[in-house]
């Protein structure tokens, strides 16, 4: 194998805790399997589930087999780790249409296809939970946990000691033996050796290495690793902005919103964020944060690793779309790539500036564009200063230069039938909606 997949969480601070005895059974020279659960309580990962999905991008292009386990069984219950709440229960049609959406999206940074022993697999433990009645789990898992054991757990103490104003449901409180029986599942179905998980996740991983070891024999060996919960520089959670998380579906985070929160990303942050969440070697990545030092106010950390990651997550035409999209605001753009944003990206780009509702119906029987910005949207504060600005070639309409002050605009100039963007000067936008 040709890297030493320890080695390469360490050096990219993607390891948090493993198990004793985890790094020699990956270092023997043969294929590991190991799994990663994930939540299907919504039709799409957001960047929060990076890191874990990450880690099995590694785990593969280190040799070794991924499995991602889909929580069908364990999503119609909730995980009390780091919740202070229950979560909602899903039905059946919801599950499996989030788990085809979570795969199409995973698909983006495993090989699902490949003819190699290491492909990786999706799994649901619905297929293996739905038949199992309780009177047969109790009989097979729950005998070999202890209550005292189930209490000890982090996640478990947290939420009896005060954080959730219901406590702690006993359905919650299986949650662990529910995961513990996947490892299971998996260890005897799939020689599946090693569980992978952020480190809120470390009292559910050990109590299925536990299982495994009580119930087969203390000769099976399970193993368990984790990924440290990613921060930010200043102590906030990762991924969430004012407007909520950051999703990898463009339906739910634009393309160009999800660009420009890698660009915005502190320096501290740019430099820990390109370790975790880009595949590039640790030679280009020293090489960018050295010419980073050298001038921060280019951003070339944070340009390379939106770069990276928006083309993983979309695609390399979705980037340039949103590099242009940007441009559009802070750069030289033209008047051709304003006119191809959809209305969702333009809204986006100019979130914050000066906007005003004008009649479509004025629009519609042409209005000169004086008229337009001083008597229906106050733009200039009047139409001596509009001409002058105009004649001084410092106003544009839709990216492009103003003429004449008197120039008639149409439904014609609409950007996405209800749009005129005017600038004056550089950085002066204002936005006009016909209603």
Known sequence: ?????VEELKWRGMLAQMMPGTEELLSKGEMVTAYLGTDPTADSLHIGHLCGIMMLRHFQ???HKPIILVGGATGMIGDPSGKSQERNLLDADTLYHNQECIKKQVGKFLDFDGKEPNHAEMVNNYDWMKDFSFLDFVREVGKHITVNYMMAKDSVQKRLNGEARDGLSFTEFTYQLLQGYDFLYLYQHKNCKLQMGGNDQWGNITTGTELIRRTLGIENEAYALTCPLITKSDGKK??????????????????YKFYQFWLNVSDDDAAKYIKIFTSLEKEEIDSLIAQ???APHLRILQKRLAQEVTTMVHSEEDYKAAVEASNILFGNSTHDALVKLDEETLLEIF???????????????????VDLTTSDAAVFASKGEMRKLVQGGGVSLNKEKLTAFDQVIT???????????FQRGKKNYYLLIAK
């Open 292 to 294: 980073h030092a050298e």
């Open 411 to 421: 439904t014609k100039d609409l950007l996405a039938d209800r749009y005129l963007l």
């Open 1 to 5: 194998m040709s890297k030493n997949f």
């Open 351 to 369: 979130d914050g500036v000066p906007t005003f509702e004008v009649s479509r119906d004025v629009i519609a029987s042409g209005v000169k564009a």
């Open 238 to 255: 990762f991924g969430k902005t004012e407007s909520g998380n950051i999703w990898l579906d463009r339906n739910r985070t634009t393309p």
């Open 61 to 63: 292009r280190c040799g």
